[in-house]
C-alpha cells in the first residue's frame, strides 16, 4: 500500500490543521492506521491510532483531547484533526499502515508495528 499525507503547513500556537492520508494499493480496510510524529533530532513517537473498523482508537498521553483520529473506509483515507496546537508539536508527521490480519479492533501503537509509511508532512507552530 502507498501513503500520501498531505494538510501540513504553518499555523499559530492555538490553532488547528487537519492532516489528511490517502491510500491506495490493497484494499484499504485491511489495515490498522497510525500517525507518528519526529521532531529534528529526536525519534518518531506515537501520536494516534484507529483500528480497521475505525471503532478503537488510542492517543498518545500528550494529545490529552486535542488531536481526533478518523477514518473514510470508502474514500481509502485517514485523517488527524489537531486543535490548540503547541510549538512542541512542531515535527515532520507520518501516517503508517499495519497488517494486522483478522484483528478488526486492534490499534497498534508501537512504530515496529508498522508496516508501510508515508514521506511525512511538515507541521510547524509558532509561538
Known amino acids: 500500500v502507498q501513503l500520501v499525507e498531505s494538510g501540513g503547513g504553518l499555523v499559530q500556537a492555538g490553532g488547528s490543521l487537519r492532516l489528511s492520508c490517502a491510500a491506495s494499493?490493497?484494499?484499504?480496510?485491511?489495515?490498522?492506521m497510525g500517525w507518528f510524529r519526529q521532531a529534528p533530532g529526536q525519534e518518531r513517537e506515537f501520536v494516534a491510532a484507529?483500528?480497521?473498523?475505525?471503532?478503537?482508537?488510542y492517543y498518545a498521553d500528550f494529545v490529552k483531547g486535542r488531536f481526533t483520529i478518523s477514518r473514510d473506509n470508502a474514500k481509502n483515507t485517514v485523517y488527524l484533526q489537531l486543535n490548540s496546537l503547541k510549538p512542541e508539536g512542531t515535527a515532520v508527521y507520518y501516517c503508517?499502515?499495519?497488517?494486522?490480519?483478522?484483528?478488526?479492533?486492534?490499534?497498534?501503537?508501537?512504530?515496529?508495528?508498522?508496516?508501510?509509511w508515508g514521506r511525512g508532512t511538515q507541521v510547524t507552530v509558532s509561538s
Open positions: 503508517a499502515a499495519a497488517d494486522i490480519g483478522g484483528a478488526y479492533d486492534y490499534a497498534p501503537r508501537k512504530r515496529t508495528d508498522y508496516d508501510y
Open positions: 494499493g490493497r484494499a484499504f480496510s485491511s489495515y490498522a
Open positions: 484507529i483500528s480497521r473498523s475505525g471503532g478503537t482508537t
